[in-house]
């Protein structure tokens, strides 16, 4: 392809942070309130335990994404701010306050993702039904997506999320599938890949949507080779946004990519036949999602 993306020279992981990823602080009562509600109801949410960018813009708008099944995750991903370890008990009245929550929110399309239940005989995928059926009794005009682990690859896993028809099935591929050993040791790229093709070919008409971070050491071979595999399975969305170190402990940045090639990368998608790229350095799977249903 003639216009192709072109990667720019590697930048050092300690470069100054370019304008086009600094946020302006909240302003207004919302954010305020959205805190205290999502405190009061005692939620979590990947904004936070993932130390998203937009967090405070979201909160700020009246807007949140869920995370369930506790704040500890079974696996030690490189690039992720959530904590590893033993996580804690299920709650099973979790799925109502959620519910809850998104009511007073106002929200018009709910996300819900999780931490990974590898300890979980289903990995926590009849909670997930259970948060999506207490949305739907809640909130039945609303568009609810699902940002789901992998589930140790089980087919009825996924299925039993399927089967509460989320109108978005979402699961990131993250990075190529040359630094999995070093990004997500306990993850597999074919594993991922297989749960996108299935859920798309299941009979649930749900969406199925990906996401990648660039910015880990990746090359432009290697993102055309990712966006091939999602256009080959169908992928409806996918989102793709700068890699930002949670902190010094956590995998490095290896370069800064600018907005336009994150630009580059969207048109490359859609040549490729992939219905809809959302691709800038802030995209976040979870930011600004309803726009995309």
Not at 74 to 93: H, K, L, Q, S, Y
Not at 109 to 118: F, I, L, N, P, W
Not at 172 to 178: D, M, R, Y
């Amino acid at each position: 392809m003639s216009n192709e993306p072109l990667s720019p020279p590697l930048q050092a992981s300690s470069a100054r942070k370019p304008n086009w990823l600094r946020r302006p602080l909240p302003q207004g009562p919302a954010f305020v309130r959205t805190k205290s509600l999502l405190r009061d109801l005692g939620l979590n949410t990947v904004c936070d335990g993932a130390n998203c960018p937009n967090r405070m813009e979201c909160y700020a708008c009246g807007v949140a994404a869920f995370l369930i099944l506790g704040r500890v995750c079974t696996r030690n991903c490189a690039f992720c701010n959530i904590r590893p370890g033993t996580p804690e008990p299920v709650d099973p009245d979790e799925p109502g306050r959620v519910a809850q929550a998104a009511t007073r929110l106002g929200l018009g399309h709910v996300v819900v993702t999780s931490v990974s239940r590898d300890d979980l005989a289903d990995g926590g995928a009849g909670h997930f039904a259970s948060v999506l059926m207490a949305l739907r009794r809640s909130l039945a005009n609303a568009t609810l997506e699902v940002l789901i682990p992998d589930f140790g690859g089980d087919p009825d896993s996924l299925q039993i999320v399927l089967d509460a028809r989320p109108d978005v099935l979402n699961h990131n591929l993250e990075t190529a599938p040359e630094l999995y050993a070093a990004v997500r040791p306990q993850a597999g790229y074919a594993r991922s890949l297989a749960l996108l093709k299935r859920a798309k070919k299941s009979d649930s008409g749900s969406l199925t949507k990906s996401g990648l971070m660039l910015g880990l050491g990746e090359t432009p071979s290697q993102i055309r080779r990712v966006l091939a595999d999602l256009a080959a399975v169908g992928c409806d969305i996918v989102t793709i946004g700068q890699y930002l170190a949670p902190s010094a402990r956590h995998a490095p940045i290896h370069r800064y990519v600018t907005p336009e090639e994150f630009d580059s990368w969207a048109a490359y998608g859609l040549s490729l036949g992939i219905p809809r790229m959302h691709c800038a350095p802030l995209v976040r799977s979870s930011y600004n999602a309803g726009r995309f249903v």
